[in-house]
């Protein structure tokens, strides 16, 4: 029997209540596909600034660091949204991020047959749309130094960050999102402002450089702006996109609005070696926490990444995404994906719905 | 009779198309209010690069600084594409920005009644939609210094840039903004990242201290990540917002791409005094260039602006806006907002036809 160990992230908000139906799921399809796991549940976000006066606690990152795959709830909320930087729920993810270098965020942006209609996008726009952002997730804006606050020439206060990447750090998202892209559709879209940030120049100039390796590959170049039109205009155009940390942070957003159901997405963050972090795209949503609403499709669908990407357990990925829109087929819905002539349900039974369909 | 001078920027492309018709309905519309104009023709981008060498030539800037308005077409092209930074057609537009500090850039997207179904968004989620987007144009990371490329501690190449704002560059949009939203629907929408960037921090905390001069605006913050989303979920939700440099470059197309007629967006950016510059947001589309096929309702539009926040000539400007209603209205179109049922016109007859309606 093949054994993993895997770490348990609820975090703040509706995480506890969509990692334990996504705990169940891993559960049971593991017995099916003789699969054994070893959980640890521990501190992150929130939840441990409120325990342990940190974000993200050092036992968090080290068991973390050991386990064969993370996979996330959800952090934050408003009772923390004032706490000066180092003490914010997002700094300990942004730790974590770093703590378990996953330079790769995979952020695939789905639009699900039976939700089509949940899209702001006409059908015709949205239907089929089927992209994958990949988000450089460790290096740029986020993390360049120097970075704080000062005061300039005219001794007036700023405030300042350092968007920088080294050679070594687009080399690597770049090969990554060639091949990804090599096994989805084989065109990758590298998306920058090179007419403007020397930062974006010299990625471009490395993508292309790179470029010479993936023959096979059609590679194009957006500016960022363009992109934000275009994911609208059709998104349908788009099969793998790459960019930068901040980039990325607003485009794959964008692309996953255009589905118009944040609740089915899940997202993958992965390093060169070491365990891969695996987290829903949606927040925390505080105004709902505890009141067995939340929609566990995306954790669902984040423990299945888990196991495509951060295990090689390609059957039981399988297995649980047929789950999921065995679940959808037979017309169980959360109240944010519903529609009339579909059944409500609530994060609880949706998770027997879903065990069901295992 | 109230007289100004004009700087007229053809630039590339379709440039001097849509300037010529613009050009013609100032003029006839200046007759009608009694205004008369001194219009001064002068290059800038590529045709600038092509003629001198350079993306601004001093002569244009210093003529452009003595005008009372600059209106511009558009810049940029294939041919200039690979050129290295000081030599492309955008780099004259950056330093034109600069050079005028126009600080504040306005960016309406307004979605036409005429034209509803050109959104890829549905008829209910678009219609109505207008919104503003005051995005900061000459500060942030379009500016920052440190910039380049360079080596880091481990002899790996790198290309950088700073995203930097001080204090009074951050008061004075954000003050420009309180205003705007004042003359409109009393919202204020700050779009930032200061759950992770000092810069953001900084930016939310002066429009925050700002706001006690203007109890009568609602404001709210919003992270740039979840705008990128709401913009699409729901745009009617914002009435003003103000952002950055690169955060309003990215969020200013998706919004006007919301409407699904960027040939019909003008924009104006404007400083504390000194001439404004005013443009349609589209490109210079070489490919349809000088096919007499391009949009100049844009530009068009980017002339009332010009008289409505440049000269204050109010009563013209209505009467230009008017003007391109009333075109609507009887049928014209040009190809990119054509659809079945209308009369599909050129630029030329376009400019002829909102002439009659002037
Ligand atoms: C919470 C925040 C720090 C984070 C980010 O900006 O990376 C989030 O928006 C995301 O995309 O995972
Ligand atoms: C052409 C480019 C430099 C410019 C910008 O990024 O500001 C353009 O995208 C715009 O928004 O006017």
Redesign the pocket.
Known sequence: KRSYTITLLPGDGIGPEVISVAKDVLLLSGSIEGIKYEFHEKLLGGAALDATGVPLPDETLSVAKESDAVLLGAIGGYKWDKNEKHLKPETGLLQLREGLKVFANLRPATVFPQLVDASTLKREVAEGVDLMVIRELTGGIYFGKPRGFGTNENGEETGYNTEIYAAHEIDRIARFAFEVARKRGGKLCSVDKA??LEASMFWRKRVLALAQEYPDIELSHM?V?NAAMQLIRNPKQFDTVVTNNIFGDILSDEASMITGSIGMLPSASLGDSGPGLFEPIHGSAPDIAGQDKANPFATVLSAAMLLRYGLGEEKAADRIEKAVLDTLNRGFRTADIYSPGTKLVGCKQLGEEILKSV
Chains 1, 2 share one sequence.
């Open positions: 007419n403007v500016y702006d």
